[in-house]
């Protein structure tokens, strides 16, 4: 026989629940308690500046230390700001400065490059003014009367074709007759030379979908042939037969020795005509810029040295050329004038533009090629430092030419050696480094 469960006061009962209510999870309770996690404190060494920082130790010494605090915090909140997804659960520690490192005897954080050689180009920089290159002047060889005019000013004329002709009916009406007949039979063969071209292709269509023989398509192809040779006889019998004539009457024409464009004319048609009387020609393709040097650098110059050129209003050197010729005695300003050619194939250069010139003074062979600031000088000497087997070598250097922060360098290297961009400064030979990361130093294109 079971006994009676004895019966609990009320009292008892509601001390319970109130014991096991701040136990208990919803209705607002607060749930179990847990152990609180621990949170990693990192305390930086305020004697060094933080890595990447651009203050010397001895410009670090002059800060409050409110401002060094400020400088590592911000180092540190650059670190949690892009954390590593594959160690997410791992508070970031930063890495140790340069000088620490080397006071703990940790390898010291670096960043290196690969040696590159490359040539350096010296360049001298100035202002220039465009000049014409090649001016022809056309006269007549005898005087008389300007019977006919072929060109106006601004004109763009070919090599041989007729400027002026003097009086005298009768010649020229041949070499009229001439051109006008060979113009004729130009365009009749001009005429049977696309028909042929349109049966021709009409024939290929046909021959692919087998609606016409081989022996069709043959005679197509024998017909185009035929024209073609016809138009081109066409255009040689003209060239030919206007030669001769004028070669007969060159006493009494002015014929175009260059392409140009038409600058200026003396007279007019109709107008008596003297040996002075002239069309002149100026040749803008090739275009000569005149340039003013100092004193000082005349002497760099050469005949045949690289030219690079641009407008005065424009952003790339898109013109390139060659120094032709420069003057040996100076002017009032005791300048010197150097002209160089450029090509103006697209014509849009004129003389009296204004543009700016670059004029190559020197290009240095090709060599190993370092930015300035990795270059490390101690009392007279020079050394960069190259990472091998984990520790830094100092290498001794001699420095050549340099532009643009960039310098030439010699010494006892070799071509992909990894050499320090940033950190050098803490580095002694032979201690151990960390290369954090390894950058391309030299652009795709260098322009000095």
Known sequence: MNEPVPRRPVSYLIALVLLVAPMTSGCGGRGPLLPMKETAVISPDLSVPPPGSQATLEKWAGFSEDKRRESWQKYMDSLSAQPDPAAASVESVPEPSPETATRKGQPVPVTAAALTRAPIDIYYYGLGEIEAGDTRRVQPLQTGTAQRLYVQEGDFVEEGDLLFALEGSDWLRTIDRAREKWDTEIELTALRLE?????????????????????????????????????ERSLLGKKTE?????????????????KGYVSGISFTAGETLGTGDYVEIVDIENVVISSAVPENIISRIRSGARVLAKQASGVQWDLTGEVLTHSILPDTARSYQVKARVENTTKRLYPGMLMEVQIQLARGQQGFVVPRKSIIREEGNEFVYVVNGGVVRRIPVETANGRAGMIQIDGALSEGDLFILEGQSYLKDGIPVAVISVETYIPEKIEF
């Open 242 to 258: 206007l030669e001769t004539l004028q070669e007969n009457y060159s006493s009494r024409l002015g014929i175009s020795p260059v």
């Open 195 to 231: 028909e042929a071209q349109r049966t021709f292709e009409t024939s290929g269509n046909f021959y692919s979908r087998d609606l016409i023989t081989r022996q069709e398509y043959d005679k197509a192809r024998q017909s185009l042939s035929e024209a073609q040779l016809s138009y």
